[in-house]
């Protein structure tokens, strides 16, 4: 038997092929610069609503690694016991006083932030709309969750084609709570002028990533693994104070393509302190 020269050549195509590059992007606003955007309706919602509501938690593990999930006990699926660990963190914190437990409730504790999927209205090329044209936007900061909710509460429509908004996203330069992002929805207009205008707008709407996989919280056992891990002592020779204080002074590299929320101040602590007692 001969060789198979075309099956060489299949195998050599095959790994020199470059990884394809899966979503989800995410949108990362540049300081300093304000951008246009134009939001589309979410296919995880039936194309009824533009936003997710995410209730996560976002951790710095002991090994290094960074991981956000969705909070199995805020999405009514039982039990968290990355709630239950900010929960006793907390406790310990009003107790001793030691602020290494007060970082490691505000690790610890379930965030929330919206979750909008969206492209660059000004940017947009028309011609060539892929998978990577439309980006997973996430509103943290007070600020940007409040402006959603009062467009919302007026019961207008950013996401229509025709009588939708586009939306301009301003990231201060610097850095903290005081420069959030803002933004301004702007007046009605449609997404696309001229006559190819809807079938543009349908081409963005079908490549949008789904974000349904994204807030499904992790299994019991993907839960069980996840809270193994970030237990774990990686270094034995020092005083445990709580694995998530010594995870916080480590420099971290984070492996998942997930902005952290933005930095807590105290009376954003204490509305945190008050969401959980009310669980
Ligand atoms: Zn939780």
Redesign the pocket.
Known sequence: MGTNFNLFKELLEKANQKTAKTGPYWFKPAPGTTHTLRFLPLKSKNMELPLEIY?H?AINFPDGRFESFA????AGEGE????KL?SASYKKYTATDNVAYKEAFKQLV?KQNYLLVGYEADKIDTSNITEESVKIVRASSKASMEAIVSIMSKEKDFVDFGSGRNVELLKPAGKGAIVATSWAFQDPEPAFAGKNGQAYFDKLIEVSPDLTALITPPTPEKMAELMARFTSQPKVDEPVVSPTFQAAKQPTKKTASVETSDDMGDDELAALRASLQED
């Open positions: 209730n938690h909070c199995p006990q805020k968290c016991e990355f709630c900010a379930v």
